[in-house]
């Protein structure tokens, strides 16, 4: 008779904290079920409260990876991009999320990754680190990355500088990058403020852009950057 | 159970009374063994765990019969988790889900009330919960049309069902017995103090192993001083059941004294034969779920058994 055999996971040492933090993350029945019930009540939450209007969901490709880059002015961005993609792709959705700052304590992390399932990015020293398990996330087919270029939430409405991540990420690969545009988001939701307000928002969602075609050079990663903001910042002016 | 009666019962003031006087004694002998120069470090956390523990356990029993059969759930199913995470069966969603439902499934029992009886707790359907559940894990691989190391799933999740659900949801039924405080507050409480026993006779006499090949640090001293505790634990406790004859007491002994350690025994093997330390880390100092509760799993059932066969639940 041949001997069973137990496959325990590599992680099985790991405390909750840890576990949390790491990435990518096993997938987990009860993670997910907390997850799709979250991201079901958030879909009613957005649609009725702030009257969340989602504009060019058929730009969204079906069966690759694609990554969605918006402007960033209240944690109600990344709540919007959420809801923007089918329900059942919640799963494989990862909004790159400030490790410094979402990962910071027990609670935090635990909202972060079981609800948001945010993918713990770290902006001051491993930028290049991070940047690798991003591209290999994109690899496997079917995945969502959410990113906003600024780097951090605006104050002022103005639109900051788009960061190289983004453009280093994508120059000379055939992934799908798609620009949206959340108008809305700092009126509802400003930083610094314990809840929002139940204003309106509008999100939009641009044609998908491809930089296959641009060898891997830091003036193409320039050139994509000024290009992504310049498309996000156009549609964002479709709402003035 | 309820808050109000929780305030009122004597019993549960009184174990307040006596593991608060406890934790408070320890932590002054810590303190001063640590000023004293000694190496208190990793007792300091396993005390430390205890500090975190026994509110959350004093808290659920306080807030009443819902709240406990809630936690006794939650227990056993993240009890669960825990084994088939360290066996493997955990990514298969099918079984673990089914399990996960069962337990669930045993709680609810354990609060409803049976149809035809007056009191609450579905006795007759807790019993007989197995006889399905066993049933719908053996239906999973025909549904699928598979049978590639299906034996093993079921086995496993049969396995996982039984004995991490059914046998420890036993305890939770327990909040619906009139005297369900003292018969909870006393398990957990002996249980530990079995636990405790086994580990400081064991440390204080060497000598014999009692099982070198599933545990090597445990010595039939250790397992002997235990059970000698264990004995008098019911005596000395005997106000949590006014109504137990002495031969009670003396089984009550018995089935925390030895069961508690042929619980920690099971676990044990498990855990060597997947080739783990720990089945977890829930709580720093102490492991996972069911390297806390591993004797609990043994004890509650068959001492919740030994209560039914002579005072009945009603």
């Known amino acids: 008779m041949n001997e069973w055999e137990y496959h325990p996971p590599p992680d099985i040492d790991a405390t909750m904290a840890e576990t949390l933090r790491s990435f990518p993350r096993q997938p987990d029945m009860l993670v997910y079920t907390i997850r799709s019930i979250s991201a079901l009540l958030l879909r009613g939450w957005l649609r009725f409260y702030h009257r969340l209007q989602i504009e060019g969901r058929e730009h969204l490709p079906e069966n690759r990876s694609f990554v969605l880059v918006c402007n960033h002015t209240s944690h109600l961005d990344t709540l919007c991009l959420l809801s923007s993609v089918p329900i059942k792709k919640i799963h494989r959705t990862f909004p790159a999320a400030a490790a410094d700052y979402f990962f910071s304590s027990l609670p935090r992390s635990a909202v972060s990754a079981i609800l948001i399932n945010a993918l713990p990015f770290d902006r001051k020293l491993k930028g290049a680190e991070s940047l690798t398990v991003c591209s290999e996330l994109l690899n496997n087919k079917g995945n969502v990355l959410i990113i906003f270029p600024e780097g951090t939430r605006t104050t002022t409405g ?52 491809n930089y296959a075609h641009l060898a891997k050079t830091s003036e193409s990663v320039v050139e994509i950057c000024r290009d992504l903001q310049e498309s996000v910042a156009e549609l964002g002016k479709l709402d003035l | 159970m309820s808050i109000n009666a929780a305030i009122q019962n004597e019993i549960f003031l009184t174990y307040l009374a006596i593991v608060g006087g406890l934790l408070l004694f320890a932590g002054l002998v810590l303190a001063i063994l640590g000023a004293l120069g000694r190496d208190v470090l990793s007792i300091s956390r396993t005390y430390r765990g205890w500090l975190i523990m026994v509110p959350i356990v004093f808290g ?79 239906v999973i691989p025909i549904l699928r049309n598979r049978a590639k190391g299906q034996l093993r799933q079921a086995a496993l999740a049969i396995l996982g069902f039984v004995y991490f659900g059914w046998m420890f949801s036993h305890l939770g039924f327990l909040a619906n017995t009139p005297n369900a405080y003292g018969y909870l507050l006393f398990l957990i409480f002996a249980v530990e103090i079995n636990d405790i026993a086994a580990f400081t006779f064991g440390k204080l006499f060497g000598g014999r192993k009692l099982r070198e090949n599933i545990s090597p640090n445990k010595t039939v001293a250790g397992s002997l001083g235990a059970i000698g505790v264990s004995f008098t634990v019911p005596w000395l406790l005997s106000f949590s059941f006014d109504h137990f004859e002495p031969l009670h007491l003396i089984l009550t002994g018995l089935i925390v004294g030895v069961g508690g350690q042929l619980g920690d025994l099971v676990i044990s093997y498990i ?44």
Not at chain 1, 174 to 181: E, K
Not at chain 2, 80 to 108: M, N, P, Q, S
Not at chain 2, 295 to 312: K, Q, T
């Open chain 1, 158 to 209: 103005e639109m900051g500088r788009f960061r190289s991540g983004i453009g280093r990420l994508v120059v000379g690969t055939d992934l799908a990058v798609i620009p949206c545009h959340l108008e809305g988001g700092l009126t509802a939701w400003p930083k610094g403020k314990a809840f929002p307000r139940p204003r309106r928002l509008h999100l939009r969602i641009g044609t998908p852009r």
């Open chain 2, 60 to 138: 659920t029993i306080f807030l009443g019969r819902t709240a406990t059969i809630i936690g006794v759930t939650a227990l056993a199913i993240f009890g669960f988790k825990e084994f088939a995470r360290a066996t493997g069966l955990y990514v298969d969603w099918w079984f673990t889900g089914t399990v996960y439902v069962a337990i669930a499934a045993l709680g609810l029992v354990s609060f409803v009330s049976d149809p035809r009886l007056p009191r609450t707790g579905w006795y007759g359907l807790f019993m007989a919960l197995p006889v399905y559940v066993i049933a719908a894990i053996l």
């Open chain 2, 271 to 314: 855990k060597r034969d997947i080739g783990i330390k720990d089945m977890g880390v829930v709580i720093s100092g102490h492991g996972g779920i069911l390297d806390r509760v591993d004797s609990m799993i043994f004890v509650a059932p068959i001492f919740f058994h030994m209560v039914r066969w002579f005072h009945g639940l009603g």
